[in-house]
Every structure is written in structure tokens, then in C-alpha cells.
């Protein structure tokens, strides 16, 4: 008789099976599940394997996040790392120190700095220079969509009041036209394209760095959601290739190559080339990633109206659609043919339209095929967009922590929003009452990783413990969606988007041993406590890529 290598009993298994069975024991061997059942697995056990009595406590399948940048999450944290602070005074200080201690660096980078904590969400330069001013600074806000620069670094890149915006940003300027030091979307690459190249072993090393954070969480594979040149890194993907090849890469990982927005399509020979090239182990390049437009927050989310003054009247600016539609409508489907999927960002109802749009240009000219696109972030959805998800087969891509009140959201989004629009922001359960595929992810190094403080909005569209900013009511409450159906997004539902479904994102016979044990069984407690779960133990194929100090 076979034994198992492992067996975990002693308490319930979410499977996330198409009837979300629960079991009580999990036997596995040589990497993959071979029994889930009862007490009748308990047959499997040998003398020499290993048993993990739960205790009580919840085993599921290894959550995996549709939508992350673990290299740049990692290089944040060997940088000079900001999103541990909250306040402009806790950024100065931290990036001060930063700069003391590394006198040597020819430029001082980090990142994470949130909006909220300064007026209008723009930090000036003549703050920066007061804690470094000896050398250019480089500093992007926590969603990646502007950066905070000094004095050094606009002088460096030759910015002045005569620079003009480029098509796909904005430079904040004084009343005089002078840079004051805050940089939106494409106006970043001015100064970024002037920033020293990280050399592969640094890269490598901050994917460890973040692959170690991401399993502390559960999280045992994702779709990396930029994979080429970016904001203050280089591109990932060699760095993926290495720790392949050598085994260190132990997570399974897509990688969504981006799409230039200053190229047309002519770029797409070079997207099929690295596609081949980015293949290897448990890495593979097989998406195609276009940021269809920026940000609610700094008015460059596309919008199918304008934005507000902050007191209910239109202004003239609807935001930016980074790729022309025109445009769009004939990449997608020709993607779409060459077997890409396609992984769109999109904030602003009009970019969710034009996503779709393009979908549905594809499917005209190719049928319904098997490529999975889906639309990150959705964060303003026209209701009449709502039901396409289902029809065009587009997979709703939630980033559910973002699904709260906080202060960025009350101060930043909703005066400029205005309604009915406030109204139709991550409608999570809309999308599922209409049917639609949802997966779910993080954006970290955007916003945690945690997926059961993200879980824990999506249920209670409230805050999760330790993440809060203020007291605040649950944000558009009818939009939650329960915990059986979050767990399953941020699992099955995100394998299936990353072509994963056959072998992983359910606990059954067959799959790999991709697992988490969880401190507690989530269900059993109050909804409002959901966000306090933390992960214990993290296997991937079997094998332990993670443990608590008290699992």
C-alpha cells in the first residue's frame, strides 16, 4: 500500500469545489492531493508520514493574486520603504534617515506614500529638499500613478515651467507654472528615465524578497501584472527566469507583458518574441497587460463624464484613455488570435467600457475563445457595463481591499466623483448576482497582499482590523458578497484566470498540494473578525514555504 507523505486532519477543509464541499482530511504525496475525505484518509498515514492536526483550524487552497508586482514590492522594501508611515512628517523623517545612512547612493528611491497625507495629494519638492537635497530623489506614491521628486532630480531632468505635460500625464505646478514637485502618470518617465538600471542580482533578490512576503500570506501563485519596463524598476522578467532555472522561484507565476502605450502595433512581434522567451519552470509570460488609464484620485481615470469641482459642477476634464479605443479595437483582437490573454487595467467607467469594447471586437472577429481576459481594479462601473462581464466571458478582476471608506476616498475621490457615480464603485455584487467570473488580487506593492483583509472588505465593505484609517460606515453595503464566494475568487477564481484551474485553486484528488492552514475556521466566527484570520502554514506541491512562529 502507498502511504502519504502528508496528511492534514483534525479540522474543515474549504475545497472551493463547484458545490464548496467541505472535508475533513487531506492526504497528499509526492506533490499532489491524492485523497480528501474523512476519517476514512486516515488509512493513508505510514510511519513515515508527516501529520498536520489542524486543530480545529481551516485548510484551503493557496490563495493566488490575479494582479501584483512582487519585484517592485520587494525593491520597496530594500529601499527606502514609506508605507509603514502615514503622515508627511513620518516620510520626511524616514526618507532623512534613509538618506544619512546611505551617503554613497548616487540617487535616494522608495516608495508607498499615500495621497491622503497631504493637501490635494501632492507633496512638494521644497519639502523634499529639506531632508535631501544633495542628491535627486525619486519617490512613487503607493498606486504607482505620480512620484514625489526634489529639486535635484527636476533639475536633472531638465524640468522647468516651459516643460509640457506629456499626452499621458501632468506636471503639478505653482500658480507661476514652476514644477512643484509632484509627478502624474507618463510626466514620472521624465525624470525616471534618468534613474540608474538595477542590475539582475538586485532584481532577483527583491522577487525573493517579495515571493517570501507573498507566502507569508498564503499566497502560492499570482499573475505579475507588469512584466517589461516601468516607474522605478527594470523589468521583472529576467529575474523570474533566473530563480526558475536555479529553483528558487517556488511560487507559480503568469507574467502579463506590457504593452507600451507610446507603440502601437507594431509592437506586437516583440510581445510574441518575449513570449517565448519568458518561459520556464513554474514562470510563464502568456498575458498581455494594458493600463488603459490612471487614477481616480489625480483625475486621470477615464471617465464617460467629467469629473467634478467638489461641489457637484463639471469641469472640463474627463481623464485619459492611454490607449487610443481606436487603437485598442484592433490590438485586442488580433492578441486575442495569437492566443494572449489579455489583463486590462481600468479605473474610470469610460476605460471599463473601452475594455470591453475591445472584447467585443475580438470575439466578432474571433469567435469565443479560451484566452480569459479580465479587467482589473473596475472601480467605476456603469451599471449598464455590469451584465457584458458575463456576456463577453471577461473576468472581474476585485482588488477588495480598496472596496472601504478611507481618507483618500472621502477627500480624493467621491467630491470629484460626484453622484450617481459614487454610487457605482466596485459593484462586487452586482458583478456576481449578474454572473460574471470573479477573481480577485492585491496590487501589492499598491496595497497589502493580505488576502483575508481584502476578503474581510468584500464580505463587510468595511475596513479589516489594523488596516483602518478613521471610523467610517460600510461603504455601499449591497454591494458585498459573501465569504464562500471571496475565498473562491481569491482561489479557484484566480487559477482559472491564470490558465491554473486544471492542476490547482481547489482541494481534490489529482491537483497540486498548493495549501494553506489558516488560525482559525473563518466562518465560525462574526463576520467582523474575518480580517483578523492570519495564515499559519504555506506548502506549495507539499512542501513548506511558510510558518509562523506559533503554527
Not at 525619486?138 to 505635460?165: C, E, M, Q, Y
Request: some cysteine.
Amino acid at each position: 500500500m502507498r502511504y502519504a507523505d502528508l496528511v492534514f486532519t483534525g479540522g474543515p477543509v474549504f475545497t472551493a469545489d463547484t458545490v464548496r464541499s467541505r472535508a475533513r482530511t487531506v492526504a497528499v504525496a509526492d506533490g499532489r492531493i491524492i485523497a480528501v475525505g474523512g476519517d476514512d484518509v486516515r488509512d493513508l498515514i505510514g510511519p513515515r508520514t508527516e501529520l498536520v492536526d489542524l486543530r480545529g483550524r481551516m485548510l484551503l487552497p493557496g490563495f493566488q493574486d490575479a494582479h501584483v508586482h512582487p519585484v517592485w514590492g520587494g525593491l520597496d522594501m530594500l529601499r527606502c520603504d514609506l508605507s509603514e508611515h502615514g503622515t508627511a512628517v513620518e516620510y520626511l523623517d524616514a526618507i532623512g534617515a534613509y538618506a544619512a545612512d546611505h551617503p554613497d547612493d548616487e540617487w535616494i528611491l522608495g516608495g508607498g506614500w499615500q495621497m491622503s497625507a497631504f493637501p490635494g495629494g501632492t507633496p512638494t519638492a521644497a519639502a523634499l529638499d529639506t531632508v535631501v537635497a544633495d542628491r535627486p530623489a525619486f519617490f512613487p506614491n503607493r498606486d504607482g500613478h505620480g512620484a514625489w521628486v526634489n529639486s535635484a532630480a527636476l533639475r536633472l531632468a531638465g524640468i522647468d515651467r516651459d516643460t509640457p505635460d506629456p499626452a499621458d500625464g501632468r506636471i503639478e505646478r505653482d500658480a507661476d507654472g514652476t514644477p512643484s514637485g509632484t509627478l502624474h502618470e507618463g510626466a514620472m518617465s521624465l525624470v525616471n528615465r534618468h534613474l540608474p538600471d538595477e542590475p539582475l542580482e538586485r532584481l532577483t533578490e527583491a522577487l525573493l524578497v517579495g515571493q517570501r512576503y507573498l507566502h507569508s500570506f498564503g499566497i502560492t501563485a499570482w499573475q505579475d501584472a507588469i512584466v517589461g519596463s516601468y516607474g522605478d524598476a527594470g523589468d521583472p522578467g529576467p529575474a523570474y527566469l533566473r530563480a526558475a532555472a536555479d529553483g528558487t522561484l517556488t511560487a507559480r507565476v503568469v507574467g502579463a507583458i506590457w504593452w507600451d502605450r507610446t507603440q502601437g502595433l507594431e509592437q506586437i512581434p516583440s510581445l510574441l518574441e518575449r513570449r517565448e522567451r519568458y518561459r520556464g519552470g513554474r514562470f510563464a509570460a502568456t498575458s498581455v497587460k494594458v493600463m488603459q488609464d490612471g487614477v481616480a484620485e489625480n483625475f486621470t481615470a477615464s471617465m464617460l463624464e467629467p469629473y467634478c469641482d467638489g461641489h457637484g459642477h463639471f469641469t472640463d476634464n474627463s481623464g485619459i484613455s492611454f490607449v487610443d479605443p481606436d487603437v485598442l479595437n484592433e490590438a485586442v483582437p488580433i492578441l486575442d488570435a495569437e492566443g494572449f490573454q489579455v489583463h486590462f487595467h481600468a479605473i474610470g467607467d469610460r476605460a471599463v467600457r473601452e475594455c470591453l469594447d475591445a472584447v467585443e471586437h475580438a470575439i466578432g472577429r474571433n469567435g469565443h475563445g479560451d484566452n480569459r481576459h479580465h479587467i482589473a481594479h473596475i472601480q467605476v462601473v456603469h451599471p449598464d457595463d455590469v451584465p457584458r462581464f458575463r456576456q463577453l466571458g471577461v473576468a472581474a478582476n476585485m482588488q477588495s481591499l480598496w472596496a472601504a471608506l478611507e481618507p483618500q476616498m472621502v477627500d480624493l475621490t467621491l467630491p470629484f466623483l460626484g453622484e450617481p457615480r459614487s454610487a457605482w464603485q466596485y459593484p462586487f455584487g452586482d458583478l456576481l448576482r449578474a454572473g460574471a467570473v470573479l477573481a480577485a488580487g492585491s496590487d501589492w506593492s499598491v496595497s497589502s497582499p493580505d488576502p483575508l483583509a481584502a476578503i474581510h472588505v468584500a464580505v463587510n465593505r468595511l475596513a479589516a482590523p489594523g488596516h483602518e484609517e478613521g471610523e467610517y460606515e460600510a461603504f455601499l453595503p449591497e454591494q458585498a458578497i459573501d465569504l464562500a464566494t471571496s475565498l473562491t475568487a481569491y482561489t479557484a477564481g484566480s487559477a482559472w484566470v491564470n490558465h491554473l484551474d486544471e492542476t490547482t485553486g481547489t482541494v481534490e484528488a489529482g491537483k497540486y498540494a498548493d495549501l494553506v492552514v489558516l488560525d482559525r475556521d473563518p466562518f465560525d466566527g462574526p463576520a467582523e473578525e474575518i480580517g483578523a484570520t492570519r495564515v499559519l502554514q504555506t506548502f506549495v506541491e507539499g512542501s513548506r514555504v511558510y510558518a509562523a512562529p506559533d503554527a
